[in-house]
Nanobody, 124 residues
C-alpha cells in the first residue's frame, strides 16, 4: 500500500510561483514513476508531468512546458512540482500519482495510487 499526501497549494496571482510537494509512504518509492495531474471544475483530469524513478526522465504537457518543473528526492520519499509564471487557466486541484510498473505514461489509468489533491487558484 502506498499513501500520497500533497501540500503546497493555495491562492496566487497570475505570474506568481508555487511549489507543490507530495510525500509518499512505502519502502520502494525510489522505484516508482511519479506524476502530477490536475482537474479543473467541470473538466476531466489531465496530465501535467511525470518523472521516472531516477529523475533522469521527465515529461510535460505542452500547456506547462517551460513553466513547470518536476523533481524528486528519493531520500525524502518526496516529489515536487515547481510552478512558475502561473496563469488563471492553471487553476485546478492538483494530484500526485504513483506508477509502480514504470509505464512512464500520461494516462491516468496506468497509475496505481493517488493523493487526495491540493487546490491551486490563480487570480488574474
Amino acid at each position: 500500500q502506498v499513501q500520497l499526501v500533497e501540500s503546497g497549494g493555495g491562492l496566487v496571482q497570475a505570474g506568481g510561483s508555487l511549489r507543490l510537494s507530495c510525500a509518499a509512504s512505502g519502502r520502494s518509492f525510489s522505484s516508482y514513476t511519479m506524476a502530477w495531474f490536475r482537474q479543473a471544475p467541470g473538466k476531466e483530469r489531465e496530465f501535467v508531468s511525470y518523472i521516472n524513478w531516477s529523475g533522469g526522465s521527465t515529461y510535460y504537457a505542452d500547456s506547462v512546458k517551460g513553466r513547470f518543473a518536476i523533481s524528486r528526492d528519493n531520500a525524502k520519499n518526496t516529489v515536487y512540482l515547481q510552478m512558475n509564471s502561473l496563469k488563471p487557466e492553471d487553476t485546478a486541484v492538483y494530484y500526485c500519482a504513483a506508477d509502480l510498473s514504470d509505464y512512464r505514461s500520461s494516462s491516468a489509468e496506468l497509475y496505481d495510487y493517488w493523493g487526495q489533491g491540493t487546490q491551486i487558484t490563480v487570480s488574474s
